[in-house]
């Protein structure tokens, strides 16, 4: 009897997981960034005028004395479960995840006019998604991901420094027009 | 079993395996002019879904790797993307300020027939392993 019931509960148990549809895990939303134009305009040195912080973005200008330094870089980090455990692993046929991506973005802005540095930041994000038999996310959509989020970041940091950046282009160009006075 | 069935078995398995295997030089790098970029998408052997080859296409090209060989893309410089598909499909976007590039093609388990993934690598680790794993795609 004992056995008959452990059998009995161990199919149930097997039909019961069979059961269950795991969906991929989606990130929650990262909350919402301050896209602000900055105190500012700058002209972009170095990076992608395609691939910048909104904030960055809405501070172009080619005149400015002020530069932007922009850079992004992307690792990657994929988990595959084995195809023959895939394969006889009943909770696969279900929705169980069979692997993984994981993307970190890294991303640095400084802020320079002359040889003076106005502000330097780093963000980094991590944006992971499991997959399964039957649904998967591209590369791309998650490159893309981290890509914003680690925009969301540098654009977060900017307003939160928009008060010390805006008195330091201040400072800046007073000593400026003192020295051009001076001459 | 006698001797005469023995060596007919290894020799069909040998033959099958060999079928399974991309034949052809070792890697070499290629030397492109300043408007091109290259894109080497490699498959490490893998016996699982060895005689699935999906199509890979970057930018205007495509090619069907098989386990064991890379392929060299040369596309115009600038933003790319790669796509691999079966009844899944993988995608990459190559950044425009790379000039070499490395992907690396898997194929996991699907449901009716295995699903590729095209994963983007790191220069220093899909250089030593490109060399170890992979000849150029007849």
Same mark, same amino acid.
């Given at each position: 009897?004992?056995?008959?019931?452990?059998?009995?509960?161990?199919?149930?148990?097997?039909?019961?997981?069979?059961?269950?549809?795991?969906?991929?895990?989606?990130? @929650? @939303?990262?909350?919402?960034?301050? %896209?602000?134009?900055?105190?500012?305009?700058?002209?972009?040195?170095?990076?992608?005028?395609?691939?910048? @912080?909104?904030?960055?973005?809405?501070?172009?200008?080619?005149?400015? @004395?002020?530069?932007?330094?922009?850079?992004?870089?992307?690792?990657?980090?994929?988990?595959?479960?084995?195809?023959?455990?895939?394969?006889?692993?009943?909770?696969?046929?279900?929705?169980?995840?069979?692997?993984?991506?994981?993307?970190?973005?890294?991303?640095?802005?400084?802020?320079?006019?002359?040889?003076?540095?106005?502000?330097?930041?780093? %963000? /980094?994000?991590?944006?992971?998604?499991?997959?399964?038999?039957?649904?998967?996310?591209?590369?791309?959509?998650?490159?893309?991901?981290?890509?914003?989020?680690?925009?969301? /970041?540098?654009?977060?940091?900017?307003?939160?420094?928009?008060?010390?950046?805006? /008195? /330091?282009?201040?400072?800046? %160009?007073?000593?400026?027009?003192?020295?051009? %006075?001076?001459? | 079993?006698?001797?005469?069935?023995?060596?007919?078995?290894?020799?069909?398995?040998?033959?099958?395996?060999?079928?399974?295997?991309?034949?052809?030089?070792?890697?070499?790098?290629?030397?492109?002019?300043?408007?091109?970029?290259?894109?080497?998408?490699?498959?490490?052997?893998?016996?699982?879904?060895?005689?699935?080859?999906?199509?890979?296409?970057?930018?205007?090209?495509?090619?069907?790797?098989?386990?064991?060989?890379?392929?060299?893309?040369?596309?115009?410089?600038?933003?790319?993307?790669?796509?691999?598909?079966?009844?899944?499909?993988?995608?990459?976007?190559?950044?425009?300020?790379?000039?070499?590039?490395?992907?690396?093609?898997?194929?996991?388990?699907?449901?009716?027939?295995?699903?590729?993934?095209?994963?983007?690598?790191?220069?220093?680790?899909?250089?030593?392993?490109?060399?170890?794993?992979?000849?150029?795609?007849?």
């Amino acid at each position: 009897m004992k056995r008959g019931f452990i059998l009995a509960a161990f199919l149930a148990a097997t039909a019961a997981f069979g059961c269950v549809v795991v969906q991929p895990t989606i990130a @929650p @939303p990262a909350p919402e960034a301050h %896209a602000a134009p900055l105190p500012f305009k700058g002209r972009l040195a170095d990076g992608d005028p395609a691939q910048l @912080p909104p904030s960055v973005a809405m501070s172009l200008s080619d005149t400015s @004395p002020v530069s932007f330094l922009y850079r992004e870089e992307l690792t990657h980090e994929d988990r595959h479960s084995s195809m023959a455990g895939s394969a006889l692993n009943p909770l696969t046929y279900a929705g169980y995840p069979t692997g993984e991506y994981t993307v970190t973005a890294f991303a640095s802005l400084s802020i320079v006019e002359g040889d003076k540095v106005l502000g330097d930041y780093t %963000a /980094q994000a991590h944006v992971s998604e499991s997959y399964n038999l039957y649904a998967e996310p591209t590369h791309k959509e998650l490159d893309e991901a981290a890509r914003a989020a680690a925009r969301r /970041q540098v654009d977060q940091y900017l307003y939160n420094d928009r008060d010390r950046l805006a /008195q /330091q282009f201040a400072n800046s %160009a007073q000593t400026a027009t003192g020295a051009a %006075a001076g001459k | 079993m006698n001797g005469r069935t023995a060596t007919m078995l290894l020799l069909a398995a040998s033959a099958l395996a060999g079928g399974c295997t991309a034949q052809g030089s070792h890697f070499e790098r290629i030397y492109t002019p300043p408007d091109k970029s290259v894109i080497y998408v490699y498959r490490p052997y893998s016996y699982a879904g060895s005689l699935i080859r999906p199509a890979v296409t970057c930018g205007d090209e495509t090619a069907q790797i098989a386990p064991g060989a890379y392929h060299a893309f040369i596309v115009p410089a600038g933003s790319v993307t790669c796509t691999a598909a079966t009844h899944t499909t993988d995608e990459v976007e190559v950044p425009p300020q790379s000039r070499i590039y490395y992907i690396k093609e898997e194929i996991g388990w699907g449901l009716l027939i295995g699903n590729p993934h095209l994963e983007p690598m790191d220069t220093d680790e899909a250089q030593t392993e490109i060399r170890k794993c992979c000849v150029e795609q007849p």
